[in-house]
């Protein structure tokens, strides 16, 4: 019923920038906060920066200042541009929306399928 879809991954140099991002789509009626996580190898899946629908923003202390997440709301989509990336940024990024469907009354939070990025040092 409803799919995130990802894509701006991939492999760049350290202090390098890349630009995720993230559709979402299906019978959607609602979106409300959507956001950015990631995981690395052996750790646990951690918040990068969430962003509500009236574009109210959080970020992980970790990229303050490197990463600004953005959205589109008409096109429920959601972007995050990462510079001066480290080698520490590399992980599976995955999308996340806090939606609701046209035939339900509650908001659930749905995952797309991750996109790699791995910085090099």
């Known amino acids: 019923q409803v799919q995130l879809v990802e894509s701006g991954g991939g492999l760049v140099q350290a202090g390098g920038s890349l630009r995720l991002s993230c559709a979402a789509s299906?019978?959607?009626?609602?979106?409300?906060?959507m956001g950015w996580y990631r995981q690395a190898p052996g750790n646990q899946r951690e918040l990068v920066a969430s962003?509500?629908?009236?574009?109210?923003?959080n970020y992980a202390d970790s990229v303050k200042g490197r990463c600004t997440i953005s959205r589109d709301n008409a096109k429920n989509t959601v972007y995050l541009q990462m510079n001066s990336l480290k080698p520490e940024d590399t992980a599976v990024y995955y999308c996340?929306?806090?939606?609701?469907?046209?035939?339900?009354?509650?908001?659930?939070?749905?995952w797309g399928q991750g996109t790699q990025v791995t910085v090099s040092s």
């Open positions: 962003i509500t629908r009236g574009s109210s923003t």
């Open positions: 299906g019978s959607i009626s609602s979106v409300a906060a």
């Open positions: 996340n929306a806090d939606l609701r469907l046209r035939s339900s009354r509650t908001f659930n939070d749905y």
